[in-house]
């Protein structure tokens, strides 16, 4: 028996970071960046006007005041978009929007609010100082200068500012390509009406859409039965375009667990027994040519997710170059509303629902209880060490992907 540290310091030893490669600014949406990357132009591209108003020279209204305003001609609108350049004699005003650019010679903007909204003619109440009003050129970003570091997680901020800085395509860490696999005899697809001993495969699913949850690019097999040949086969044929490989079931001491048997014999596949509860069998190791890493999970669902959680998500994480520590990932303190026991010797993942920070029983505790595991909030981490746990207790938590926001 190895510990669940052992397991994933193990893992997290053998898995790399994907080579990088160039994307369209959008598809970076939750990418690492590879590079440096440095604006094209200057942010803003060209000085402008920050309110509705009247472009002016500010000393033309410097004496402006309710009492006695300064009356100027209008000679021209601006609106945002206008691409012609236009200059502002003294003495005069044009009518200009936000964003439109200022007319060369203006060097203030005058509120509409602080006029009378003049067409012809606009009657200033309010003085005006040089620069008041006005977004300079480059204020922002100057062209050529770095905007975002290597390294930068790119959300939608980040990918406002590439695209106004004119970069349409930036080298990133892609997102990894995941495929998910179920193996049994006794799956079926959803949709189908389980016959009797037959059930609903809902591994696949549930992987499927926790991959997404972290961010990766999940391509759903479903399930495949207890079948050597059918096995490698379905391996052979997606490890080409898998970055990782997850399946579920046959890892455990039965007679037809089919994955253990077979991936025992190929690339550095270890099977262990981890001293957790659930999830205790575990396989992984790198397969094919092109050193895929693979995540044999158990088949019960609340050991799978578990097992995704505390195997599979700080993996992914770690190839897509997330510098996030792995190990607690992102753990929250609660505790104990009511008292429960713990094996001991094993980590235990503990379904729980929290209410502020009191964390309760999700109900019951079996490997095999999706109604727990769908009411549950997090997982309680009780340590090998514990064997009871008594209402009051502070304890760690790891939210299960999704539910953060519960
Ligand atoms: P195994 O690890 O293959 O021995 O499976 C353990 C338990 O998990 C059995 O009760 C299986 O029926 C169940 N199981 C296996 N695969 C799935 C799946 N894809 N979806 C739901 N339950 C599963
Ligand atoms: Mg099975």
Redesign the pocket.
Known sequence: MISVEQHLDRILGTVKVIRPFEQGVLDAQGCILAEDVRARGSLPGFTNSAMDGYAVHARDVSSATPESPVVLPVVNDIAAGNTSALSLAQGQTMRIMTGAPMPHGADAVVPVEATDGGVVRVQIRERSVVGQHVRELGEDVEAGSVVLKRGTLVGPGQIALLAAAGVPRLRVVPRPRVVVI???D??VDVGTTPAFGQ??????L?LTAAVTAVGATPFRVG?IP?DARVLMQTLEGQLVRADAIIT?????M?A??T?KEVLSRVGTMQFDKVAMRPGM?QGFGLLGEEQVPVFTL????V??LVSFHVFVAPALRAMAGRPEPAYPPGYVPAVAAEPFTSVPGKMEFVRVVLEDDRARLAGGQG??MLGALAAADALAVIPESVSAVQAGDPLECLPLLGREGQ
């Open positions: 179920s193996t049994g006794e799956l059930i609903v495969d809902s591994n696949s549930m399930g207890d579920t079931g046959g890892v455990s039965g037809f667990d994955v069998p158990p088949g019960n669902p050991s799978a490997s095999h």
